[in-house]
């Protein structure tokens, strides 16, 4: 069983560009969350999709958008980069229901941007 | 790797020791908290979970009590080891979908 699989492990872009970020779900789950960590702060939720629709959404702009594909994966999307959007990023996957959401996370890419 | 723990409240521990990390939560409509560990390069990492419906519950070497009085959560963790050190957040769910949100987070410190 694999588990959650992010790409790239870090990247550097430019103000004003634009990234995509992607999310491989751990085997047998559907459903993939994003999170974006800032430096010494806790995890802040973007969104989430199951059956490739957007089943969630924190409190982000419109440039951070997504993707999931029928295989689960998932891709993050952000517009027009700023300066605060350097942070740690953070999918993870996990079922629908159960006893405990059983959330996998990735390992993260952390973005810079310049 | 990836440092998560800059200014975050620390509390440091001796190796064999017991460690309590406490949470306070905002959210009364919240039903279901969970608690993570953080090491440096990864991402977090289930510990143990609890339902609004309980008050305590215990894994292997941990133990969740939960305070919906005072919306207070704690984490005790017995006979700390070096490889408990890490970040650890405290996280609630309030049901619906299934966003999680985090708290601030206490970096753990183990002194060998």
């Known amino acids: 069983e694999t588990g959650v699989t992010q790409s790239p492990t870090h990247l550097i872009k430019t103000r004003g560009q634009q990234v995509t970020l992607r999310c491989s779900s751990q085997?047998?789950?559907?459903?993939v969350s994003w999170y974006q960590q800032a430096l010494g702060q806790g995890p802040q939720f973007i969104f989430q999709y199951y059956r490739e629709e957007e089943n969630g959404r924190g409190n982000f702009p419109p440039r951070f958008s997504g993707l999931q594909f029928p295989n689960y994966s998932s891709e993050l999307n952000v517009n027009a980069l700023e300066l605060d959007d350097s942070a740690l990023y953070l999918c993870?996957?996990?079922?629908?229901?159960?006893?405990?959401?059983?959330?996998?996370f990735g390992s993260g890419t952390r973005l810079t941007v310049v | 790797g990836e440092n998560v723990g800059l200014h975050l409240p620390t509390l440091s521990v001796q190796e064999g020791d017991n460690s309590i990390i406490n949470c306070a939560y905002s959210?009364?409509?919240?039903?279901?908290f969970i608690w993570y560990k953080q090491e440096s390069g990864k991402g977090p990492q289930f510990i143990i979970d609890?339902?609004?419906?309980?008050d305590k519950r215990q894994g292997q070497r941990v133990t969740v009590l939960l305070n919906k009085t005072v919306k207070h959560l704690s984490l005790q963790i017995a006979a700390t080891q070096p490889g408990d050190s890490a970040v650890y957040f405290c996280a609630e769910n309030s049901g619906g979908y299934q966003k999680v949100t985090f708290g601030i987070g206490t970096k753990l410190q183990v002194i060998p």
């Open positions: 959210n009364s409509a919240s039903d279901y």
């Open positions: 609890i339902r609004s419906n309980m």
């Open positions: 993870a996957s996990s079922l629908p229901t159960g006893a405990n959401y059983g959330y996998t």
């Open positions: 085997s047998g789950h559907n459903t």
